[in-house]
């Protein structure tokens, strides 16, 4: 059991089983662009890690090429890719 925070929303999440960051939040009704549908290849799901990187795994490849190297060392994810087994705090980009 894992403790998913969305730090910008003020919202805490409980998941059980791991599952990705977008599949936690769309369960919860949280507005999260997703507009590929979770296929990794849009990066409107994309997420800023707050706390709690040390526990997931590595950028996988969908993210080291849709994301680049420049966002992930900023902390960025997409979302869909994802997948919360310990405690993890995210922020949501802004969208203009
Ligand atoms: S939903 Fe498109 S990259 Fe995650």
Redesign the pocket.
């Known amino acids: 059991m894992a403790i998913l925070r969305f730090h910008d929303l003020g919202i805490e999440l409980t998941v059980g089983d791991p599952k990705s960051v977008?599949e936690a939040a769309l369960e919860e009704l949280i507005e999260l662009?997703?507009?590929?549908?979770?296929?990794?290849?849009?990066?409107?799901?994309?997420i800023q890690v707050v706390a709690g990187a040390e526990h997931l795994e590595p950028p996988n490849d969908?993210e080291l090429r849709?994301l680049g190297l420049h966002r992930l060392e900023r902390g960025w994810r997409?979302?869909?890719?994802t997948i919360v087994h310990e405690d993890l705090a995210v922020r949501l980009p802004r969208y203009a």
């Open positions: 977008l662009r997703h507009n590929c549908g979770g296929l990794g290849m849009c990066t409107t799901c994309r969908a849709r997409l979302a869909c890719q």
